[in-house]
């Protein structure tokens, strides 16, 4: 039988006004070490230094992710879908809520510095020792594994998969919401309640009703919009360059034996590639600011200025730049290093649709698809349907890129070959 808080646990929040906790596993998931972390980390990375409202933490997004699962499990429980697995409940509400568990400070930032994922983390984390773990290892001794397969997306019940990630799914509602409340933009501010409503469990997956395609259409678009105006946004992207180069510098002095003056653990087992899940677990955004601050004063120069650009937001100049530019890369590092500048660090060309999002595509597998019921029961892939979808679905946006220092590349302007200082001038 599912036990129940004796008295339900209210969080206020700005999204969804409010986040109701009513079994007890996921008070007591909440109130452990590991998930009062996400408090530390930020859900936008850098973005604060573009949108100074974007502060938000991964604590908060995740108990939005909670919260919207659990509206959609209650109101399919409500209306006695028999395609809804009851049973499943517990440990969909679990996977909702420590989804993120493992991001790390900045997030994407430093796993594509260390070539890390967050949800490899965030498994090892559920499956280790730690208190995550013990939780769900009374709530059933095999709790932990099933928790860890819906966030691998190997769970062999893909509607519960379905809801914590998909083209629709409970993570991305969250976060298009909460991020265009803190950046102060309208792109995404969606429909939730109407698109709740329309969403049906059928077959062993989540559809939407199809009365409901013009709510999913709006958050498509706000989704792209998004992208391109907050995620995708070019001073963002200078702030996460010099994010990824102060790693950079820092590891390579690591293996140089550089002597610190300043280094805390677990910052050395980081660089080395050996961190432990308890080391991990120390790592958050304070630690890594604290660590760039002592770094202004390092003696070598390419860290202390990398440090101070960080700090300070004395970010990278970019401009933009045609395809047929970037195979030019070579020579710019060439002419930079003949003036004294640091090719390694002083140049970089960035195309955002490298980044870690994606933008809702008809063509591939239908687990990342979304799909229609019509009237008469039968599934349509929404594309098929939609010709908003259908047109923004094949937009190949972006733009490359050229970031550098300003002041730098300025000092030696005069210097640079005439077909290389038109870039800069």
Known sequence: MEQRLTEEKVFKDPVHNYIHVQDPIIWQLINTP????????RQ??????????????????????????????SQFERSHYPDWPKEEKIVALCAALLHDLGHGPFSHSIEEAFDMHHEDWTCRIILGDTEVGAILRRYASDFPEKVASVIQKTYDKPIVVNLITSPLDADRMDYLLRDAYFTGVNYGTIDLDRILRMLRPYHGRIVVKESGMHAVEDYLMSRYQMYWQIYFHPVTRSSEIILRQIFKRAKQLMKQNFNFRFMLDPLPQLFEGSLSVKEYLQLDEALIQTAFMQWRQENDAILRELCERFMDRRLYKYVEIEQHDVA????????????????????EIDFPTDLP???????????????????????????????????????????????????????????LPAHIRRYFS
């Open 34 to 41: 590991e998930f009062q972390r996400l408090r530390r980390i």
């Open 44 to 73: 936008l990375g850098t973005s604060y230094l573009t949108f100074h409202g974007a502060e938000h933490s991964r604590f908060s997004h995740s108990l939005g992710v909670y919260e919207i699962t659990r509206k959609i499990i």
């Open 328 to 347: 030019l890369m070579d020579d710019i590092r060439k002419a930079f290093a003949e003036v004294g500048l640091e090719p390694e660090y002083d140049v």
């Open 357 to 415: 999002y994606d933008v809702f595509r008809p063509d591939e597998s239908t687990e990342k698809q979304i799909l229609l019921l019509d009237r008469q029961d039968k599934l349509h892939e929404l594309s098929e349907v939609s010709d908003i979808v259908r047109s923004i679905s094949g937009i190949q946006r972006g733009k490359h890129h050229l970031y550098y220092p300003q002041d730098k590349v300025d000092a030696v302007l005069h210097h």
